[in-house]
């Protein structure tokens, strides 16, 4: 038989990559990388009130870009056997459309305005209509929180597409529907024109927009214009049927089979998250928390339906049939700021080099952006070799890491990161320290709750560019966890992910298992507890725990108020 080959495309925080595999053994082919340019420059950001805005050519340029680099570089032989393409992004991350499905921002009136663009993941803006649902949720009898671990989330579909209709006039009255990252790009690349034809995925459906098999759909239209009269009827524009990753969203167009230099009859399949995709590309097992490890974590587990039939965890991201793997129940968790707190830190000490070096007479001005690159580029590094040498003790400094609010257990976005037992002797690698361990305990909670609400977590798998590049972290998860953790082998899991996803829609497997089998790559590392930390760690815990209820009940948080009027 004549190799197949798919291609995997992964939408990232800041880049997105796509990868050729060969669906035989999943050798990866050929790679590229395209970085976001406008959310490079920060166009339409604003961290100061947590807005995070993509643009979509952002995405529509690196997926040509991407793909095409990668047949390039493949050649013609591997081009002509390419027979499905998969997509995954990061979630939720929505946008308004229009009736054809294209989003506002591509129109020429909108091109330039946040509002009609992609809201990330990590855009905070909408608390207040997050804190509004929740409470309106216990008006009603049926519990339509109950699949989403309780507790809506500000980084969730429904209180961005409120804060959006409520704050912007002409944005609402030009939006037809909403929909995800990770649904409007396959309905791209099949030339869809009709937002109400899009297929879309029960990963983003389910764990993001309430969707549910058990109340048939969406919630009724009653729950939502209680809420906000401006929901009036809009799930009429949204979906009530739901299609799992393993499917086709169609057969690309002509225009993007031209565009990419590929053949007509290539799949493509329906989309999902990144961390959902990754934990297949992992090779995620029955109750092995898979943790895709980058600037936040988001954490999968998988169980056979009829194991954890009547179980709801509170406070988890949700859970959702289908979501992970079909025909398993899908569990997702995970913390708004991992690798990003790290950065952050990284940031704070590179502020000095950043402003003061390009204004030395020392040094020209080439040398001197030289000089930031290098040093900024090894800040993360050094730290963990000197963090490393640092024996802890339980009064050693202490941190929080809700640098990005809580994502779980128990949603907060309001929620501040924190450092304690600071004195003159605490230097930089300490805080990093600090900082590291508050990561890894906030990933002990999360493990925590599974156990506690009878869903255990038997193993631990990391994956993603933290577990690949900082055995330091890895080591100091095994031992707050007191549990190995293996490491998967890929460099791109969730890319890989989405290959084995395009080569099941493409029926070149018949169950994304059976692609698992055949393309996965394997395991190349394992950390196991230290037994001498482990004990040190448990009472360090329960000090973060305390120090986290501090936080959470005793600092006044000026929560904003949502913006409710009509303008």
Same mark, same amino acid.
């Given at each position: 038989?004549?190799?197949?080959?798919?291609?995997?495309?992964?939408?990232?925080?800041?880049?997105?990559?796509?990868?050729?595999?060969?669906?035989?053994?999943?050798?990866?082919?050929?790679?590229?990388?395209?970085?976001?340019?406008? +959310? %490079?420059?920060?166009?339409?950001?604003?961290?100061?009130?947590?807005?995070?805005?993509?643009?979509?050519?952002?995405?529509?340029?690196?997926?040509?870009?991407?793909?095409?680099?990668?047949?390039?570089?493949?050649?013609?032989?591997?081009?002509?056997?390419?027979?499905?393409?998969? *997509?995954?992004?990061?979630?939720?991350?929505?946008?308004?459309?229009?009736?054809?499905?294209?989003?506002? !921002?591509?129109?020429?009136?909108?091109?330039?305005?946040?509002?009609?663009? @992609?809201?990330? +993941? $990590?855009?905070?803006?909408?608390?207040?209509?997050?804190?509004?649902?929740?409470?309106?949720?216990?008006?009603?009898?049926?519990?339509?929180?109950? @699949? *989403?671990?309780?507790?809506?989330?500000?980084?969730?579909?429904?209180? $961005?597409?409120?804060?959006?209709?409520?704050?912007?006039?002409?944005?609402?009255? !030009?939006?037809?529907?909403?929909?995800?990252?990770?649904?409007?790009?396959? @309905? =791209?690349?099949? #030339?869809?024109?009709?937002?109400? &034809?899009?297929?879309?995925?029960?990963?983003?459906?389910?764990?993001?927009?309430?969707?549910?098999? &058990?109340?048939?759909?969406?919630?009724?239209?009653?729950?939502?214009?209680?809420?906000?009269? =401006?929901?009036?009827?809009?799930?009429?524009?949204?979906?009530? %049927?739901?299609?799992?990753?393993?499917?086709?969203?169609?057969?690309?167009?002509?225009?993007?089979?031209?565009?990419?230099?590929?053949?007509?009859?290539?799949?493509?399949?329906?989309?999902?998250?990144?961390?959902?995709?990754?934990?297949?590309?992992?090779?995620?097992?029955?109750?092995?928390?898979?943790? *895709?490890?980058?600037?936040?974590?988001?954490?999968?587990?998988?169980?056979?339906?009829?194991?954890? &039939?009547?179980?709801?965890? /509170?406070?988890?991201?949700?859970?959702?049939?289908?979501?992970?793997?079909?025909?398993?129940? #899908?569990? &997702?968790?995970?913390?708004?700021?991992?690798?990003?707190?790290?950065?952050?830190?990284?940031?704070?000490?590179?502020?000095?080099?950043?402003?003061?070096?390009?204004?030395?007479?020392?040094?020209?001005?080439?040398?001197? /952006? $030289?000089?930031?690159?290098?040093?900024?580029?090894?800040?993360?590094?050094?730290?963990?070799?000197?963090?490393?040498?640092?024996?802890?003790?339980?009064?050693?400094?202490?941190?929080?890491? +809700?640098?990005?609010?809580?994502?779980?257990?128990?949603?907060?976005?309001?929620? $501040?990161?924190?450092?304690?037992?600071?004195?003159?002797?605490?230097?930089?690698?300490?805080?990093?320290?600090?900082?590291?361990? !508050?990561?890894?305990?906030?990933?002990?909670?999360?493990?925590?709750?599974?156990?506690?609400? #009878?869903?255990?977590?038997?193993?631990?798998?990391?994956?993603?560019?933290?577990?690949?590049?900082?055995?330091?972290?890895?080591?100091?998860?095994?031992?707050?966890?007191?549990?190995?953790?293996?490491?998967?082998?890929?460099?791109?899991?969730?890319?890989?992910?989405?290959?084995?996803?395009?080569?099941?829609?493409?029926?070149?497997?018949?169950?994304?298992?059976?692609?698992?089998?055949?393309?996965?790559?394997?395991?190349?590392?394992?950390?196991?507890?230290?037994?001498?930390?482990?004990?040190?760690?448990?009472?360090?815990?329960?000090?973060? %725990?305390?120090?986290?209820?501090?936080?959470?009940?005793?600092? /006044?948080?000026?929560?904003?108020?949502?913006?409710?009027?009509?303008?």
């Amino acid at each position: 038989m004549s190799d197949q080959y798919v291609i995997g495309v992964d939408y990232g925080t800041d880049s997105v990559r796509s990868i050729i595999v060969n669906a035989q053994n999943g050798n990866e082919i050929a790679s590229s990388v395209f970085y976001y340019p406008r +959310w %490079k420059d920060a166009l339409f950001c604003d961290p100061s009130i947590n807005q995070f805005r993509q643009h979509p050519l952002d995405y529509v340029e690196g997926l040509e870009h991407t793909i095409k680099s990668c047949l390039q570089q493949a050649g013609p032989a591997v081009t002509a056997n390419v027979k499905a393409i998969s *997509v995954d992004t990061t979630g939720s991350t929505p946008v308004a459309v229009d009736e054809t499905g294209t989003p506002l !921002a591509l129109l020429p009136q909108f091109e330039n305005n946040p509002n009609a663009m @992609f809201v990330l +993941w $990590k855009d905070h803006t909408a608390t207040g209509e997050a804190a509004e649902i929740n409470a309106h949720a216990n008006n009603f009898d049926t519990n339509y929180l109950q @699949f *989403v671990g309780g507790i809506y989330s500000s980084e969730w579909f429904w209180a $961005k597409l409120l804060r959006i209709l409520r704050v912007d006039e002409k944005v609402r009255n !030009a939006t037809h529907s909403w929909v995800e990252h990770c649904d409007w790009i396959p @309905f =791209l690349l099949v #030339g869809g024109k009709s937002a109400a &034809e899009m297929k879309r995925g029960v990963c983003s459906a389910g764990h993001k927009a309430l969707w549910s098999a &058990e109340y048939n759909g969406l919630p009724p239209n009653e729950f939502f214009t209680t809420l906000d009269p =401006l929901l009036d009827g809009f799930t009429n524009n949204l979906f009530t %049927k739901t299609y799992t990753s393993d499917k086709p969203a169609g057969k690309i167009s002509q225009q993007w089979a031209e565009k990419l230099g590929l053949h007509p009859g290539v799949v493509i399949g329906v989309g999902a998250f990144d961390a959902h995709m990754g934990a297949v590309g992992g090779q995620i097992e029955a109750y092995h928390l898979s943790k *895709v490890m980058g600037t936040s974590t988001c954490d999968m587990l998988v169980a056979p339906m009829n194991e954890v &039939e009547g179980k709801l965890v /509170q406070g988890i991201c949700g859970q959702v049939p289908g979501s992970v793997i079909p025909g398993m129940m #899908g569990m &997702e968790a995970g913390q708004s700021a991992f690798g990003d707190a790290y950065a952050w830190f990284r940031n704070i000490l590179a502020w000095p080099l950043q402003k003061l070096l390009p204004k030395s007479s020392l040094v020209d001005p080439d040398t001197a /952006q $030289k000089l930031i690159e290098e040093a900024t580029g090894n800040i993360i590094a050094e730290l963990s070799r000197q963090a490393e040498q640092i024996v802890p003790d339980e009064e050693s400094e202490l941190a929080l890491d +809700w640098l990005n609010g809580r994502r779980t257990p128990d949603a907060s976005q309001l929620l $501040k990161g924190a450092l304690s037992g600071l004195d003159l002797g605490t230097d930089a690698p300490r805080i990093f320290r600090a900082i590291a361990e !508050a990561t890894c305990f906030g990933a002990k909670a999360i493990v925590d709750r599974f156990n506690e609400q #009878g869903v255990p977590v038997k193993g631990l798998i990391g994956i993603g560019g933290v577990a690949k590049k900082s055995p330091f972290i890895m080591q100091m998860m095994a031992d707050v966890m007191n549990m190995p953790i293996r490491i998967h082998r890929s460099e791109q899991t969730c890319a890989l992910g989405a290959a084995m996803f395009a080569a099941t829609a493409a029926g070149i497997y018949p169950k994304v298992e059976d692609a698992m089998v055949a393309m996965g790559q394997g395991f190349d590392a394992e950390y196991v507890p230290n037994p001498a930390r482990v004990a040190l760690y448990s009472k360090r815990f329960q000090a973060y %725990k305390d120090f986290g209820s501090f936080v959470e009940n005793k600092i /006044q948080i000026n929560q904003p108020e949502p913006a409710s009027a009509h303008v």
